[in-house]
């Protein structure tokens, strides 16, 4: 079974640029969360969604941060305009559905910097 | 607001010997899951054990296996004959049970273990 896929690895900007990034979860899997964990700290929700809809974007930076999920499978999270404290990795997550039983799956993430 | 508490930003154990990690957490939910994953170098987090916070019998797999102190809010995961592929950092993580934010993970900060041949 393939995990959960996330593109790209790495990303090196400028600060007040834009950047996306990509995951494609787990087939079948219905929720999709990204983290962010910055260095030397655990990582932090950043969104969750089920299928295609938004179930908590509490801790979402929305003045800069966007995230969606087209037809429920691959989402992207986009960044715009970049700060210096962005840098960290972002992390994609997917489980069967929500319930605090039910595994994440984590994929590789994409660490950001931001100079 | 449930926390979650690693007190040990890192720990070294001898290859084959036994090393407890510590975690603490805070929460006034009775149903809740937790959780202990490994995240190596290479970023990609796994899932080391879970335990449901209703069964009183501490989960065991393989050579991990938690000490589970519900009233204390002590979760604490034990490593035995620790082998140089345990070298990771080891997050502990508690499960949001009920409600909008059901399922969603809060993480401790972690512990750096270093495994000595």
């Known amino acids: 079974e393939a995990g959960v896929a996330q593109s790209p690895r790495y990303k090196i900007i400028e600060k007040r640029q834009s950047v996306a990034f990509w995951c494609n979860p787990i087939?079948?899997?219905?929720?999709l969360y990204w983290y962010q964990q910055i260095l030397g700290q655990g990582p932090k929700l950043l969104i969750q969604?089920?299928?295609?809809?938004?179930?908590?974007d509490s801790q979402l930076p929305k003045d800069r941060f966007s995230a969606e999920r087209l037809k429920g499978v691959d989402s992207t999270l986009k960044i715009q305009p970049a700060k210096l404290e962005d840098s960290a990795v972002y992390l994609c997550?997917?489980?069967?559905?929500?319930?605090?039983?039910?595994?994440?799956?984590f994929g590789p993430g994409t660490r950001l910097t931001v100079l | 607001a449930q926390t979650v508490t690693q007190s040990q930003p890192e720990m070294s154990v001898q290859e084959a010997e036994t090393v407890t990690l510590s975690c603490t957490y805070d929460?006034?939910?009775?149903?809740?899951?937790l959780f202990w994953y490994k995240q190596p170098p290479s970023r990609q987090m796994i899932l080391v054990i879970r335990?449901?916070?209703?069964?009183?019998q501490n989960a065991t797999e393989n050579r991990f296996s938690v000490n589970f102190q519900k009233a204390a809010k002590s979760f604490s995961l034990k490593i035995s004959d620790s082998q140089l592929g345990d070298a990771a950092m080891y997050f502990c993580?508690?499960?949001?049970?009920?409600?909008?934010?059901?399922?969603?993970?809060?993480f401790g900060k972690g512990t750096k273990l270093s495994v000595k041949p």
């Open positions: 997550a997917s489980s069967i559905n929500t319930g605090s039983y039910n595994e994440q799956f």
């Open positions: 087939s079948g899997h219905a929720t």
């Open positions: 969604f089920q299928n295609n809809g938004v179930v908590d």
């Open positions: 929460t006034s939910e009775s149903d809740y899951y």
């Open positions: 335990q449901e916070a209703y069964k009183q």
């Open positions: 993580a508690y499960s949001i049970p009920y409600g909008g934010s059901q399922g969603n993970l809060i």
